[in-house]
């Protein structure tokens, strides 16, 4: 099965091409989204945050994703802690899922932090969707209705643009220049073409 890692910074459009390579019939998995179930859901993993950030941190069986952001926002070394918990059980989830899915053409992991959490050494590919930063603060602030402040504080946990793009086998361009559609049908090709 050959696998790939979908990547952008926030607002770059990860969510819209992977909606269209769905429509292909590729399967994808939401890292973010799963990371998120999962610290809601696997008692190993919320026993673990707990001891971590006490007992304070789920509130009636459910993580306080306010409390927890307040507390590894600034903290790089908690922010580590945390992602050292939840990396390896959102891995050995998607490894389990990728197991499943045997009768599609390849599979695609999308997440925001494919390469910071190291996950890209797994893929036989790398995608990355890149956007303008202002293009991509604007659509940020508009669909989430946060401050530019708040958007530019999120793009600073995560690697740079310029870093992602080296490390990334093939950039789609949701820059408004460029026909996004095209991209992504080529995209999906060259992928039928590694089988």
Known sequence: MIQVGLTGG?????TLVCSVLEKFGVAVY???EEARRLMN????LMRQIEELFGQ??????????GLLAG???DDSPMLAKLNALVHPAVREHYSNWVELQAD?????????ILFESGS?????????IWADKEERIQ??????GVSRDQVEKRMHMQISEEEKKRRADIVIYNDGREMLLPQIIKLHNTILKRR
């Not at 599609?104 to 925001?112: K, L, R």
């Not at 890209?120 to 990355?128: E, G, I, Q, S, T």
């Not at 659509?139 to 989430?144: A, G, I, N, S, T």
């Open 10 to 14: 926030i607002g770059s459009g990860k």
């Open 71 to 73: 507390r590894v926002f």
């Open 139 to 144: 659509r940020v602030m508009q669909r989430d």
């Open 30 to 32: 939401y890292a973010d």
């Open 104 to 112: 599609v053409p390849y599979v695609v992991e999308e997440a925001a």
């Open 120 to 128: 890209d050494r797994y893929m036989d590919m790398n995608v990355l």
């Open 56 to 65: 304070e941190a789920y509130r009636n069986g459910t993580l306080d994703r």
């Open 41 to 44: 859901t696997d008692p190993g």
